[in-house]
């Protein structure tokens, strides 16, 4: 077992937050109802057709939509390597007992994608701030509500997608500023 191995199962097995973890997921499913049950699943698990309309209407809407779009898929790159990775490499099990280590609860990849897409969203259009980060904070509770993840798996998940969103931001302004520097011929 290499140092790096020992060292993520000593943090995993002594979370430090577990207990934080624990009371949060208490009250929320003390919150569960069986007529949220249906849109729960809904908001979380059908997000990704609203994200292809979303990205449709983005390609219709003139250069700023495009510009959006194009952003919001290069964010996602860096979101989802380091999501994958770190599901991988943490290998936490899930609230609801699920410990297939491909499939691991830390971060939450529908959290940290909605979180990446928000903050897209919000950088080029500030009006739609609230709506979206409404939005992304809804998909991450829903995914506490089904029992998925922890408290702190979609707080990691908030911190993985922003950073993801800047990346993919300074990514797009540094390949439009290169290509705007080639001189015509």
Do not use: C
């Not at 849109?39 to 979380?44: C, G, N, V």
């Not at 989802?80 to 297939?100: A, C, F, I, Q, Y």
């Amino acid at each position: 077992m290499t140092l790096r191995a020992v060292a993520v199962l000593v943090f995993t097995l002594s979370w430090p937050l577990q207990p934080l973890d624990d009371s949060a997921r208490a009250w929320v499913l003390s919150q569960r109802r069986p007529e949220l049950d249906t849109p729960m699943r809904l908001i979380s698990d059908g997000s990704r057709p609203f994200l292809y309309a979303l990205a449709a209407l983005g390609l219709v809407s003139g250069a700023t939509g495009r510009t959006v779009v194009f952003e919001t898929l290069v964010a996602l790159v860096p979101v989802n390597l380091l999501v994958e990775s770190l599901k991988w490499t943490v290998g936490r099990s899930r609230p609801d007992g699920d410990s297939r280590r491909r499939n691991s609860a830390f971060p939450s990849s529908h959290a940290a994608n909605a979180f990446a897409v928000a903050t897209v969203i919000a950088r080029r259009w500030r009006r739609w701030l609230i709506p979206a980060g409404f939005s992304a904070a809804t998909l991450a509770f829903s995914r506490m509500y089904l029992d998925r993840h922890w408290l702190s798996d979609v707080t990691g998940s908030l911190l993985v997608g922003v950073a993801g969103a800047l990346l993919g931001a300074w990514i797009v302004r540094r390949w439009r500023d290169a290509r705007d520097a080639v001189p015509y011929a």
